[in-house]
């Protein structure tokens, strides 16, 4: 059997990297309708997102009212919920979206010890 040889240009490559580079957050947010809670747990989570991760963030909110079938999947039990897809490992955020601390640790983006 014979392989493929696949060429690519080196702008090809370095869009295709720029890309990758540029959703390096997938997040997907779990709300019950467009309650106050939701409506300020979405613009809490894009709010930090926005700071500490600028252009490298990619976040879906998903109204479990609308699409029970992607939360009974993911198994959310409560929401607000915040699931960290990528970069691994997979994380879940319950409840309260408003401490910074919590989430920068959450998404490893600095250290439980500070």
Do not use: W
Not at 40 to 66: M, P, T
Not at 91 to 114: A, N, P, Q, Y
Request: aromatic letters at 8%; hydrophobic letters at 40%; proline letters at 5%.
């Amino acid at each position: 059997m014979h392989t493929p040889i696949i060429k690519t240009s080196n702008q090809e490559f370095e869009t295709a990297l720029a890309k990758q580079n540029s959703a390096a957050y997938v997040f997907r947010l779990y709300i019950t309708g467009m309650t106050p809670r939701s409506i300020q747990a979405i613009a809490k989570v894009r709010q930090l997102c926005e700071k500490h991760l600028a252009g490298r963030f990619e976040l879906k909110v998903i109204d479990i009212y609308q699409q029970p079938a992607l939360a009974k999947g993911e198994q959310i039990i409560a929401t607000p919920t915040l699931v960290k897809e990528l970069p691994l490992p997979l994380r879940k955020f319950i409840g309260d979206l408003s401490d910074t601390e919590k989430f920068l640790v959450g998404v490893d983006m600095k250290s439980k010890d500070g």
